[in-house]
């Protein structure tokens, strides 16, 4: 599917044509030959070899003209942020939307580095706690720096909403590559000793991640293993409240107690359950 613009039609001129191409660029999916995974392949060179996030297998990106994008309808973009640039970040494409939170694949001009951007709306943020975990994800993130981890870069303001900027991690969560089958052991062992390695990295400094679960845990296509969504970060011996997600969470967690190491690791052993069991 090929878009051809040209000076004379105006279209290049006009903030909401421009806004409209980036949503109709969309991801270009290309099913893995294993497991059927889509890929998106929008960015890689014909020839570049990738990683399946979801099996593991090698694969070969396509000639272009084998690429088929998909179409968006015109209310893909809500929050009119698509093309737009925010204090230094340029929003390119929706990765996500749930419950007030939009999760953009974006563009940090100062830097020249692709980054991610949650955005939440002012529904989300009538309530005071919502808001100040927010600002708590950022200030604890910020200077957590490792290989597993993904780090908070910077929070925005815009409008009533804010918006928090992070690493950008091209690929899937584990909870996206679940069958009713689970994952072969092996890669199920590499992904928990990856996470393992994140949270080894926590108590050193204090804190314990209490949110551990599939759709916290990313796959890379260069094979990369992270742990993301620091939201719910607290410091070790600090009573949090009853939160997580249900499933996942330790005991004590449930009950409100203090979380510790444990309760991270209890957390950790039902996603490796989760993960082999389908």
């Known amino acids: 599917k090929c878009v051809t613009l040209s000076d004379s039609s105006g279209f290049v001129h006009d903030p909401a044509g421009i806004a409209r191409l980036q949503r109709l660029i969309g991801p270009i999916l290309l099913p893995c030959p294993g497991c059927r995974l889509g890929i998106d392949i929008g960015e890689r060179r014909p020839g ?141 062992l590499r992904i928990g000793g990856a996470v393992s390695a994140a949270l080894d990295h926590l108590p050193g400094r204090g804190l314990v991640h209490r949110d551990v679960k599939p759709a916290n845990v990313l796959l890379d296509l260069s094979g990369g293993i992270r742990l993301a969504d620091l939201e719910l970060v607290e410091r070790l011996g600090r009573a949090g409240g009853s939160l997580g997600t249900p499933g996942y969470m330790a005991p004590e967690a449930a009950r409100g107690e203090h979380a510790t190491p444990r309760t991270d690791l209890y957390s950790l052993g039902a996603t490796l359950h989760h993960m082999l069991s389908g």
């Not at 975990?133 to 200077?143: K, P, S, Y």
Request: charged share 30%; net charge neutral; with cysteine.
């Open 48 to 188: 570049e070899t990738l990683e399946c996030p979801g099996c593991g297998l090698a694969m070969g990106v396509p000639r272009p003209e084998t690429w088929t994008p998909p179409s968006f309808s015109d209310d893909a973009d809500p929050d009119g942020l698509l093309g737009q640039v925010v204090e230094g970040i340029r929003f390119d494409r929706i990765l996500h939307r749930d419950d007030g939170v939009t999760v953009y694949r974006a563009w940090q001009i100062r830097y020249d580095r692709r980054v991610a951007a949650k955005r939440l709306d002012a529904s989300r943020l009538a309530e005071p706690e919502v808001l100040e975990r927010l600002r708590q994800e950022f200030r604890i993130g910020r200077d957590l720096v490792h290989p597993n981890l993904v780090r908070p870069l910077g929070l925005l303001s815009h409008g009533r909403s804010r918006i928090l900027v992070m690493e950008f991690v091209d690929g899937v969560s584990v909870r996206h590559i679940l069958g009713d089958g689970g994952l072969p052991v092996p890669r199920s």
